[in-house]
Nanobody, 121 residues
Framework: QVQLVESGGGLVQPGGSLRLSCAAS????????MGWYRQAPGKQRELVAF???????NYLDSVTGRFTISRNNANNTMYLQMNSLKPEDTAVYYC???????????????WGQGTQVTVSS
C-alpha cells in the first residue's frame, strides 16, 4: 500500500508564493513519474506539472515560468514551488505518482487527498 500526504496549501494574495509538498510512503519497488493536477469549482481537472524519475519536467502553459516542480528521490518527496500566483490558480491541488510495488508488478497510480490553494486579496 502506498500513501501520499500533501501539505502547504492555503490562502495567499495575488503575486504571492506557496510551496506544496507531497510525500510518498509505504512499501514499493519503484516510483516513476510524480505530478500535480488541480481542479477549480465548475472546471475540469487539469494537469499542472509532472516530473519523471530522471528529473525531466513538463508544465501547463499557464504556469510555465511561475511554477517549479522538483523531487527528492532519497525521501520520495515532491514539491511544487508556486510564485506570482494569480486568482485563476485557485483550486484544489492533487498530487499523484505511478508506482510499482514489486519488480514484476505493473505500475499503478496513487493520489493524494488534495490541498486547497486560494489566491485572493
Amino acid at each position: 500500500q502506498v500513501q501520499l500526504v500533501e501539505s502547504g496549501g492555503g490562502l495567499v494574495q495575488p503575486g504571492g508564493s506557496l510551496r506544496l509538498s507531497c510525500a510518498a510512503s509505504g512499501s514499493f519497488f519503484a516510483i516513476y513519474v510524480m505530478g500535480w493536477y488541480r481542479q477549480a469549482p465548475g472546471k475540469q481537472r487539469e494537469l499542472v506539472a509532472f516530473i519523471t524519475s530522471s528529473g525531466n519536467t513538463n508544465y501547463l502553459d499557464s504556469v510555465t515560468g511561475r511554477f517549479t516542480i522538483s523531487r527528492n528521490n532519497a525521501n520520495n518527496t515532491m514539491y511544487l514551488q508556486m510564485n506570482s500566483l494569480k486568482p485563476e490558480d485557485t483550486a484544489v491541488y492533487y498530487c499523484y505518482t505511478d508506482v510499482s510495488i514489486s519488480s514484476s508488478a505493473s505500475r499503478r497510480r496513487y493520489w493524494g487527498q488534495g490541498t486547497q490553494v486560494t489566491v485572493s486579496s
